[in-house]
């Protein structure tokens, strides 16, 4: 079996790497030639948001790397849909296998759709049910291009069947960042804690690199100044995504956040790892922290008005916070921080950290069927 695997943003990377790692050690000990061919769309690209998750996980290089780069929307997908279509059409995949909802996997859909590949979409049925989200746009047509549908969650598989997808298409195999959590913390040393002297339990850990946030001055204001109140009480320790480091550069105020804030360049993901397990609190807007959190045992207020992970939400795991107010972000926090609720812990919950195989087992199996 051929599989064409389509990455490009850093959650791809750190989500592909389970499966990839599975392919390999399948093909080691195998004699039906699985293959797994690797296409880098390139969206992203500094070393720190790119080369560095393959170092560190392991990820063979890939082999197509498009080099897209940043741009619109529609400039950015339509130059990804054209590169892959030739690499579709030169490799000939049995199946074409896509993560999540960024414009790499759209793109990576929509181009092996039209070649009548077969899709296997990895984070299916997640939704937010906020149209004006790029993301949400993203899996919604991914989900409803793809013969695969690999749900995380069984509020996925809800969403999926209350869209009519064909029941034999969707699969609850859990989420394959929870397999990739638990492998790396395995590897993730204290370094970056001992580095940047940061004692365990005392500290914020905060990421924020979501559109609707960056984008929307009141509400990234808003958020900067609950961070700079909140770290009069305890450090505040941001790695800062480039889309976010650019507005701020051209706010001009970046500098004077920097005398309040610990502001990091992008970490790699075993030190992201090392500051999530030690954070006495996460805050974030991003859709793979939020998760880490929980895996990690960490409470999280999400900086947003809704999320498709609403388990955690209903397990008292993640608090939503939308950033209309600066006041009401650092309440929100305090009191989780004060909060001696137990949350409850299920352990089926995303799948025990299984998730790659049961993917992989699935796709060899309708494989040999076929
Ligand atoms: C993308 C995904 C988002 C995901 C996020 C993960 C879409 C629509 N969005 O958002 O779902 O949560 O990745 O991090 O696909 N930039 C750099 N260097 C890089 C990459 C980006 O400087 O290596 C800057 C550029 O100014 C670029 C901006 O960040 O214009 C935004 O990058 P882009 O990939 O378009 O979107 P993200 O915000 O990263
Ligand atoms: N991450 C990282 N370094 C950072 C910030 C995030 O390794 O400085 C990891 C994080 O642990 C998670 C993934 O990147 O595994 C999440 O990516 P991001 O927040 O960019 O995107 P989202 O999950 O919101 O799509």
């Not at 051209?250 to 993901?269: C, N, Q, S, W």
């Not at 922290?289 to 992970?309: D, G, I, M, S």
């Not at 919950?349 to 299984?354: D, F, N, R, V």
Request: proline share 5%; glycine share 6%.
């Amino acid at each position: 079996m051929r599989i064409v695997t389509i990455v490009g943003a850093r959650p791809q990377f750190v989500k592909a790497a389970v499966l990839s790692r599975l392919i390999r050690e399948q093909k080691a000990h195998e004699r039906d030639g699985i293959e797994e061919i690797l296409v880098h769309t390139g969206q992203h690209y500094d070393a720190n948001m790119s080369e560095v998750f393959f170092a560190e996980l392991e990820i063979p290089a890939p082999g197509h790397h498009l080099g897209i780069g940043s741009g619109s929307h529609g400039q950015q997908t339509g130059r990804m849909l054209e590169s892959i279509e030739k690499v579709l059409m030169e490799t000939k995949p049995d199946v074409t296998l896509v993560y999540g909802d960024t414009n790499s996997t759209l793109a990576g859909a929509l181009a092996a759709a039209k070649l009548h590949i077969p899709i296997a979409h990895v984070e299916a049925g997640l939704r937010s049910f906020n149209r004006r989200m790029p993301e949400e746009i993203n899996r919604v047509v991914t989900d409803h291009l793809s013969t695969w549908l690999f749900a995380p969650t069984e509020a996925a598989v809800s969403n999926l069947r209350r869209e009519g997808r064909p029941e034999e298409t969707i699969h609850l195999v859990g989420d394959v960042m929870f397999d990739a959590a638990l492998h790396a913390a395995q590897l993730a040393s204290g370094q970056i804690l001992e580095k940047l002297q940061l004692p365990s339990r005392g500290y914020i850990l905060a990421t924020i690199h979501r559109a609707e946030n960056t984008d929307d001055r009141a509400r990234l204001c808003n958020i900067l100044e609950a961070f700079q109140i909140l770290s009069k009480s305890l450090p505040v320790v941001l790695p800062l995504h480039p889309r976010t480091r650019s507005v701020l550069r051209t706010e001009k105020t970046l500098e004077r956040l920097a005398a309040d804030l610990r502001i990091l360049e992008p970490v790699g993901f075993l030190d992201m790892v090392a500051l999530e397990q030690a954070a006495r609190l996460i805050v974030t807007d991003s859709g793979g922290v939020q998760k880490e959190a929980f895996f990690h045992r960490v409470p999280c207020v999400t900086l947003r008005e809704e999320t498709e992970w609403v388990e955690l939400v209903e397990l008292g795991w993640n608090r939503l916070m939308p950033p209309a107010d600066a006041r009401a972000i650092v309440a929100a926090v305090n009191a989780e921080l004060e909060s001696n609720r137990v949350r409850s812990t299920p352990s089926e919950l995303y799948g025990g950290g299984k998730a790659g195989q049961r993917i992989l087992d699935m796709l060899q199996q309708k494989q040999a069927s076929r």
